[in-house]
């Protein structure tokens, strides 16, 4: 019984219902009477408590169900929602999402008990229903319980274990290391539907502090479910009684633990063995006297069991770190894709029937060409809907910052609301993955430079609650995404005092440079204007962060900002990743792709045109200064025999600044595949990657962000 | 892949590794052949600008891009000479990606059992080209050279 196999769907769905849980409490923090809400908060917590309990991870369940407590008496409106609760509430949500980052890890919920949030879930619900609570809530009902029943239906059927005289020397062993030995009967509740489950736990349990002998039946029936409603175990530990009783008792659905010394007297002298579960301890001396030969037999014995338990072990640590990168996909997408592939098959069984059908030949041409656009046809849409299954909607990542501005709200001490639209656009996955934490970045930048605090925008005659947007929007074969705010905007006067300050450049570049030159200093490494550092940002590993990241993605960051009226960051970043628009140039014998999202425009370029600036080839374009870069010097291309009149240069930018890239021939757009070159060539930073033309031949991607 | 059906030798032996034999001008050297995807005609390269020299460039294997190296500029020998027999030999190390070796011609498959083996003479090993080699093969038709790919193949900065 393994439910290893179970962790992903179980990762899955908690994030589901823990993200459920964070957007409700935000309106419940809203609207206190909301039943609706509160319903649904009950609904996830309840869900939470369930599976983490099926997966063994108590203490999850155990937060979950406090949790779930205080709900019930909400719900039963014997108290109210307090702002105080939503807080500890929210920081129950916390703990549990830190034991899903503990799991996702490790498989394992982690040791981290979250007392104090226990505690005062209980102290709040015990204080608004004037009655005390049962403290410790998850255990204690199913204690008080068992503890009745022990008394009745406490039979002791460990003691009828027969032990062979081969485990008999482990026990001899086990006493030498002063472990105690123990019987232990566990009764399910007679309602148990997944006994070999729940059997499972108690063993999982036990293994965490000593080491199960021998179990009635054994240990293979009792994973196959061929047992009653209980099963016998010998149990070496170091434990109290007490303790192991507890830690089997709280398993979900155990009726009770009968535990007690376990005497093995031999081969089937068990019946005797029934009077005596009230002797403290085992006869410890007893072993002593036995003859010294029995001691090699020990050994031998003794690697046996732990052979065993490495063995369990072994395949759920196999399974730790497996935790697969999955996408959902909606059944629709999928039923689409199967659609294709038929399709794929007819247009396939076609080109066959055609190519050992008639021999008419002039009908066959006719039918070979339409076959052919059917397939081109039905390609071109396979290729659409296999992009869309990667894309997920952005929703997936931002969703989580209603609850941070909150938060932050609260440390920061200033009012603040977010607005989010476009929540539904699409990205890739491998883009969804990455984007969160540089957005996270942007968002707390706002929160905490941005805006003003309270006092202030008063003063300014600004709306008191200060107001971060967050908007995405599709925009051709990109995907904006904008951070803004009503702040102060940035002070370009004091990036410049700092800049000089810092050394970072000297009064003559100052004076040069541009606004927006200036905004594009907050983006170098550990440049912050913040006066003082919070834990909120200000560290100066912010921006330039953010920045290496997106551009990681192939995406850009800008920057606009207006002093006392707010700034706006926008991300640009391409729908996906794998395909992009390049237009194809021949350098030479050579072909090359560019792609198209960093072209700005094509000029033909008149020799006498081009200047000479500083040893440097530039031409006057409309006005504009641009650098001319010769493709074929740096790329060592040889030469080819053709002259032209003029010069074909491809304008590209990057941001404000442009350059010109003297090409020998422009071939078309077209779309391609990028695919990497390897980690084998040391290429220059140059060459992004390659793609495959239609002919077979490889043309390689120039990145011209780095040219520029 | 034809190649290596024409090969004679072709019978597992129990124990003993598998090469393959290739030949690089008048010597022969030999490749585990438990590293060995493909091996597949020269094809067209596209050179990659300012790469290592001993880098020929990428060829596209069945929609995937794979650097190709020249096992002769590798070795410092005469640049290669393309020619009917001239193959790309596709290695596939564990964990790694894939990546093509020229050689001259591919020869046949042998197995050497470890006392046909001698390991490398570890005083020799500061010449540049011994830290490729794993071993020296005795076989009847002579001597064979033993590659070790993994150091062929993965740049330790000695240029």
Redesign the interface.
Known sequence: MDVSQYLEIFIDETKEHLQTLSDQLMILEQEPENMDTINEIFRAAHSLKGMAGTMGFKRMQRLTHDMENVFQEIRSETMKVEPELVDVLFRGLDALEGYLAEILETANEGTEENEDIINSLNSIAEKATGKSSDGDAAAAPKAEASAAVNASAGEIKYDTIQITDFEKNTFDKAKNENQNIYGITVYLQETCILKAARAFLVFKALEEMGEVIKAVPDVQDIEDEKFEMDFSLVYFTKESMEKIKNAIESVSEIREAVIGPFEANGSAAAPQAAAKPEEEKPDAPAAAPKPAGNAPAAQQAAPKPAAKQAAKKAPAKAAKPTVGRTVRVDIEKLDVLMNLVSELIIAKNGLVSMSSGDETETKSETGFNEQIEYLESVTTNLHESVMKVRMVPIESVVNRFPRMIRDLNKKLGKKMELHMTGEDTELDRTVIDEIGDPLQHLLRNSADHGLESNEERIALGKDEVGHIYLDAYQDGNNVNIEVRDDGAGINIEKIKNKALDRGTVTEEQAAAMSDKEFIDLLFRPSFSTAEKITDVSGRGVGLDVVKTKIEGLGGSIECKTELGEGSSFIIRLPLTLAIIQALMVEIGAEKYAIPLSSIQTIEDVAFGEVKQVQTKEVINLRGTVIPLIRLDKLLDVEPGEFKPESLTVVIVKKGDKQAGLVVDNLIGQQEIVIKPIGDYIRCSKLISGATILGNGEIALILEANTLV | MEDINDVQNLEVASEGKQYIVVSLGEEQYGIDIKYIDNIVRMS?I???????NY?KG???LR?????V?SLRLKFDLEPDEYSNATRIIIIKPESQ???GIIVDEVKEVITLSEEEIDKPDASESNDVNKQYLSGVGKTEEGLVTLLSITSV?N?KESV
């Open positions: 067209r596209t050179r990659i600008p300012s790469a290592q880098f990428v060829i596209n929609g995937e891009v794979i650097p190296m990606s894939a990546i193949i740049e």
